[in-house]
């Protein structure tokens, strides 16, 4: 059930987050699959609908979603009832609050778009919570530096139309140097980076 009081908002989470921005994430989730080894157990932060975790649902020994919105994680339970699948959960919920809980331990740690929309006081504490329970952390995020062509000028567009907040958070998060710089804060090492021309998936590793 959703937590009541945990509700980090957008306007498009839900069906319109289900139908529409989830989808378009599918050629990068299909990427990240295959650097993570069958049957570990996965844990999915920021999951949204939890499309990344129906995905892998067939391969991985488990998968936790978690996720601040009420609405993304209401939908990735609808989604669950009518595909059952034991070995996944969803959590409305802290990263934090599932460590102090359940204490648990998992072989990777999966999150895609959302470190740069994280408020900029927040985003190495996570990396160092996620680090904490996860083997390996694996990021899949925009490319830093963007693009200055056409691909770049869209993902900044997008990042617009998702909010002030959203988009001042991401302007940060590019000014800053992306996931380098914050694994760098955060006593991580980069074992693996691979680069498109829109997004780049970064592995992570405790120093």
């Known amino acids: 059930m959703p937590n009541a009081s945990v509700n980090k908002f957008h306007w498009y989470d839900g069906t319109f987050y289900d139908r529409i921005i989830a989808p378009n994430q599918k050629q990068l989730f299909k990427k990240i ?3 993570i080894e069958p049957g570990s ?3 999915d932060v920021g999951c949204g609908t939890g499309l990344f975790s129906f995905s892998i649902a067939d391969t991985c020994k488990s998968a936790l979603g978690i996720d601040l919105s009420t609405r993304n994680i209401a939908r990735a339970n609808k989604n669950l009832q009518k595909k ?3 070995h996944l959960s969803f959590k409305n ?7 102090s809980k359940d204490k648990p331990h998992f072989d990777y740690a999966v999150m895609t778009y959302v470190i740069h929309e994280v ?3 927040e985003r190495v504490p996570l990396l160092k919570e996620m680090a904490s329970v996860a083997d390996k952390i694996i990021i899949g995020d925009y ?3 963007r693009s200055r062509g056409f691909a770049g000028k869209v ?4 990042e617009f139309l998702a909010g002030s907040e959203h988009y001042r958070n991401f302007r940060k998060y590019e000014a800053n140097g992306g996931v ?3 694994a760098e804060k955060a006593g991580l090492s980069i074992q693996t980076e691979i680069k498109g021309r829109v997004n780049q998936i970064t592995v992570l590793t405790r120093t």
Do not use: C, F, G
């Open 84 to 86: 059952p699948a034991s």
């Open 180 to 182: 380098a710089y914050l």
């Open 119 to 121: 408020n900029e006081e």
């Open 33 to 35: 699959m295959e650097l």
């Open 93 to 99: 919920a802290y990263l934090h609050e599932v460590i």
């Open 155 to 158: 993902v900044k567009t997008v």
């Open 143 to 145: 490319m830093i530096p």
């Open 41 to 43: 157990d996965i844990l």
